[in-house]
């Protein structure tokens, strides 16, 4: 299925095997198979093809859309208007796993055939749908520590946060917790990547996994992991009237001073501007010069919330070898819980 073929070896129309719907008591007939479109595509190792049919039946009672989802052909089909060659998502998943991400893949193939592929997102979640629809055996670790390593590394990742008001995040019950059944949470991560290919965006989308307290869980590996998790970032939410004024006692001078001077020289100018402060000069420069102005509790304020952003990046768990065997999406500030959580979990 997933070996090669060249671009004619491919249907011009594709239409679901199915003739009776599997749901229904006495599994009525369906609907006579109506046309989707015309202009589908097929993402191949190859390049493009274009102008392909694709059809849809529906069942008469309980409406069920029954489409081509077979992979006899070597096809996969995301949405019924983007179709990806195994050859290719195979292709996908080993660059993946040796560090090459999917829009580079994509650059390489574009500049390989001389095509414009579709968008990197749409090829990246047409990815993701056929990785959710594999049973893959996951025996991710580290040769040298094995499932349990004996020292590890803890760290925080900032790059990437969740540009949402934590206060916008519901509370949860008075008994709740902070367990997680890891295997339940990341099952409906798999539907929601497998229903992306039937909603046209997330907000329509009923299995969109949104970021709460009650329902996020950390990846851990199935050897390495507890049955039940942890995540009580829900205990970090203050008792005081003022959450601002909570998160900024909890954070040192020195540890914005560290974080400022991990900043692009770009980043540190705008902060100074936004201050007040004058932006000429090297990034040592503007970095002493909002540290003389942070006395001043306006200026502190602003570089806080510019710097700890809108939640807590990642934290992830490594053993001495640099092999990652735990990470958790904060939702919150990073604090000492969150590795705690990790460690129990």
Known sequence: MTSPRMKMEYPKQFFPLE?????????????EAVLVTKKARIVSMMGLIDNISTYHSICPQCNMEYRYQEWKEGLHNF???IFLTLEFC??????VTNHVSVSRVVDSLEGLRGEKYPSRNIIFHAYCHFE???????TYSCVNCGFYPPVVVMDLHRKG??????????APPDDYNGE?????????????????????????????????????????????????????EFKKVPTCSSSTEAQLSSVTEDHLI???????????????????????????????????????????DKVFQSIWGASGGWSVILCPHGIAYSIKFNLRAESPRDFADLLLS
Request: hydrophobic share 35%; glycine share 4%; with cysteine.
């Open 161 to 170: 946060v969740f540009k949402l008001a934590v206060s916008d995040l519901k």
């Open 90 to 95: 195979v292709f996908l998943r080993e660059n």
């Open 132 to 138: 959710a629809l594999t049973d893959t055996e996951y």
């Open 19 to 31: 003739k009776t719907c599997q749901l229904c008591i006495g599994h009525p007939a369906l609907a």
């Open 79 to 81: 949405d019924n208007h």
């Open 180 to 232: 997680h059944d890891i295997d339940s949470y990341w099952n409906s991560v798999h539907l929601a990547m497998i229903s992306q290919g039937f909603f046209q965006s997330s907000a329509n989308n009923p299995f969109t996994v949104s970021p709460s307290y009650e329902h996020w869980a950390p990846w851990i590996g199935s050897e390495t992991r507890s049955g039940t998790v942890l995540n009580t």
């Open 258 to 300: 560290d974080e400022l001077a991990k900043q692009k020289v770009g980043v540190v100018r705008k902060l100074c501007k936004a201050c007040n402060i004058d932006t000429k000069g090297s990034r040592l420069d503007l970095i002493t010069r909002l540290k003389e102005n942070m006395k001043s509790r306006q200026t502190y």
